[in-house]
């Protein structure tokens, strides 16, 4: 008799042990939902056992769940910043624009007529360079990546700022070896495009821009030194965002756009790109990697 007492003793001890640990997993796993309905979901390591496994598997699932919700809301975020964009940006030519329009019908002049015409220009430059933008930060875009050399890039590129170099008697000092790999040549041409345009608007008349291409032990590089004046280290941080403008560009055409699509660009070969100044010059450093 005290045997099966002693018996029945062990089992519903080991039963309310069993009752103790299912009830404490249970209030585990009530907890990770109550995370995961908060959003503060973390991923944790689980044993094999059975319970564990349905607990690990229920974890991933909302964990991809609130990824998923996370990554739509960060789309709509960025689609809600561009309207936004698209519709302070496109607000000044198109009021001037109707302003012009107006003022031609009542008292035609030329003057008007110039002035809506470079109204037009602007606010075409600028949806161009909206639905660029747009389509690198949504990757709409698919590059078409093959053997090119980016020295040669670089060279048809600095062609087509000849004109302008010669009126501003700014000198090229361009240092480059042969670097051939896999890039998307017509949007890297663009970024490389913008880069040179924002180091010639800025350097002043008679000045030198540096431009080094070489490999190092990681990386193929490309560095664009040139003068800037009026530029901190605190807001250099700043410049690849879309539509900034410093101080220093007051006075200059633009749109705050270029920077950033260079830099689209070039994230999306993979590559970085960061800005570091010295002495009123400021270098932009490119490199892709090997």
Not at 77 to 103: E, R
Not at 189 to 213: F, M, R
Not at 234 to 255: A, C, M, Q
Request: charged letters at 30%.
């Amino acid at each position: 008799m005290e045997i099966l007492i002693g018996l029945l003793v062990i089992v519903i001890g080991i039963i309310l042990y069993k009752y103790i640990v299912l009830r404490s997993e249970m209030s585990e796993l009530s907890a990770y939902i109550d995370k995961a309905l908060d959003g503060n979901l973390e991923i944790t390591e689980f044993d094999e056992k059975e319970l564990s496994k349905i607990k690990s598997k229920l974890i991933k699932f909302l964990y991809a769940s609130q990824v998923k919700e996370a990554k739509i809301n960060t789309e709509k975020s960025k689609t809600k910043d561009l309207i936004a964009d698209i519709s302070h940006q496109t607000k000044t030519p198109i009021t001037n624009l109707s302003l012009y329009i107006s003022l031609l019908e009542d008292d035609p002049k030329d003057e008007y007529l110039e002035i809506i015409k470079y109204e037009l220009n602007k606010l075409e430059f600028l949806i161009q360079n909206l639905v660029k933008s747009s389509r690198l930060e949504s990757d709409i875009i698919s590059l078409q990546k093959h053997q090119a050399n980016l020295k040669d890039i670089v060279e048809d590129v600095l062609r087509e700022f000849k004109v302008i170099l010669d009126e501003k008697c700014i000198r090229i000092n361009l240092k480059g070896e042969d670097l051939i790999f896999n890039l998307d040549e017509r949007w890297l041409k663009e970024a490389i495009h913008n880069l040179v345009d924002n180091a010639i608007k800025y350097s002043p008349n008679g000045y030198t821009i540096n431009i080094s291409i070489y490999k190092s032990y990681l990386n193929y590089n490309l560095d664009i030194e040139n003068e800037c004046k009026d530029l901190s280290e605190e807001t250099l941080p700043k410049i690849f965002e879309r539509f900034y403008r410093g101080k220093n560009s007051v006075s200059k055409d633009g749109l705050g756009l270029g920077l950033f699509i260079a830099r689209e660009i070039i994230e999306k070969h993979g590559g970085n790109i960061r800005a570091s100044l010295d002495n009123n010059r400021i270098k932009f450093s490119v490199d892709f990697p090997l």
